[in-house]
């Protein structure tokens, strides 16, 4: 079954985050810009990069976040494709193979912590056996 991405939302970001393991083994990051062509490929503009990222697994992050002027964080969401980057005319090609995301519009960020931490998970297992009994 083919990896199915939501080309619509993703055309909503701005840009990306290239991220890699680097020579060394630590993980390095560099930002790019991204487009959509006509065939749904996700292609990168080469970054300025002192390593080589062509050919290595990535994890592209693509996000969006928005202050509030009084204070926190609204309209967050983000999609990480993990693929592979291939050279295409000039720009790298994003080839997705797995993703995850998220959009507190779709699951507030309240639900997605409960849904995420390990004790939170706790936590709702033990209210469902409470309210069964």
């Not at 490929?41 to 996000?63: D, E, M, T």
Request: charged content about 20%; overall charge neutral.
């Amino acid at each position: 079954m083919a990896l199915q991405v939501d080309f619509t939302r993703l055309a909503q970001f701005k840009y990306a985050i290239i991220n890699v393991l680097g020579n060394d083994g630590y993980p390095y990051s560099v930002p790019t810009e991204f487009q959509i062509d006509k065939s749904q490929r996700i292609l990168l503009k080469r970054p300025v990069s002192p390593i080589s990222i062509v050919g290595k697994p990535a994890g592209v992050l693509f996000n969006h976040i928005a202050a509030i002027p009084t204070g926190g964080y609204t309209d967050r969401r983000y999609m990480l494709i993990w693929g592979s980057l291939v050279e295409n005319d000039g720009m790298l090609e994003l080839r997705p193979k797995a993703m995850s995301e998220w959009d507190e519009k779709i699951l507030p960020f309240p639900e997605l912590c409960a849904k995420a931490a390990p004790q939170g998970q706790r936590y709702l297992e033990g209210l469902h056996s409470q309210v069964e009994a």
